[in-house]
């Protein structure tokens, strides 16, 4: 099965794309506001290695932006379960201080602005930032109480610098970026060359958010990866 993680103001419902492409029983679209407790990244990512282990022996792991940074704190613990995985816009974390701080302040002026403006005014101001424009993403009523996770506890800034574990992980990965994305095409060729087997697919045309602004070559990436994992 693939288990698809969204990003930071998704749910799981924006998967959809994929799921009018895929039989349901090969799409686990996981809603990461569902449980109640704040769990810091590499917590949650070992919860949830157990939690697929014990129904799937054959997952594979599909992350967007947020999910995909939580989908590489899976992929480098030790025994982790997936067989293959595909990430999005993926980051593996921030080595600088200075980064992480300027990070820190940007999230904390994101979550005054989450707390205080109404859902689409806030919508608007976030998806209007020049790498996520022109996306089918559909905005969605927060569970603020769940989502502000986003910007606090798997915030850029509290995630682990996993680029010295890249070479820990032991399945094949698709890494996908947007070519109008050029911080996150950059990280990607990077990281690409630290991981032991990996393909990083540049999609032209488009910017973050690749699967939602090009789903049929994204589908056609996807698609063509797990045929070639399968012979």
């Known amino acids: 099965m693939i288990w698809a993680l969204h990003g930071a103001f998704g749910d799981a419902d924006n998967w959809r794309t994929l799921e009018s492409s895929m039989s349901p029983d090969r799409l686990v679209a996981v809603d990461l506001w569902a449980s109640e407790h704040d769990l810091p990244l590499r917590a949650w990512a070992t919860t949830f290695n157990r939690r697929v282990s014990t129904v799937d022996s ?12 939580l989908g590489l704190h899976a992929l480098v613990e030790s025994g982790a379960p997936w067989k293959a995985a595909v990430l999005v816009a ?3 974390g921030l080595s600088d201080v200075a980064e992480r701080s300027a990070r820190r302040v940007s999230d904390d ?29 559909r905005p969605v009523p927060p569970v603020r109480r769940a989502r502000r996770r986003g910007l606090t506890c798997w915030s850029l ?7 010295p574990d890249l070479e820990r992980i032991g399945c094949p990965v698709l890494w996908i970026t947007g070519e109008r994305d050029d911080k996150y095409t950059a990280i990607g060729a990077a990281a690409a060359r630290l991981l032991p087997d990996c393909e990083h697919a540049v999609v032209t045309g488009v910017g973050h958010r690749v699967p939602w ?3 049929g070559e994204f589908l056609h990436l996807v698609e ?6 399968t012979g």
């Open 58 to 69: 054959d997952p594979v792991l599909l992350g967007y932006s947020m999910g995909a940074r």
């Open 90 to 92: 993926a980051h593996p």
């Open 109 to 137: 002026e994101w979550l005054q602005r989450f707390e205080v403006l109404d859902w689409p005014e806030f919508w608007a101001e976030w998806t209007g930032q020049p790498v996520l424009a022109s996306s089918g993403v």
């Open 157 to 163: 800034a509290e995630q682990d610098d996993l680029g």
């Open 213 to 215: 602004e090009a789903p």
């Open 224 to 229: 063509g990866f797990l045929r070639r994992l």
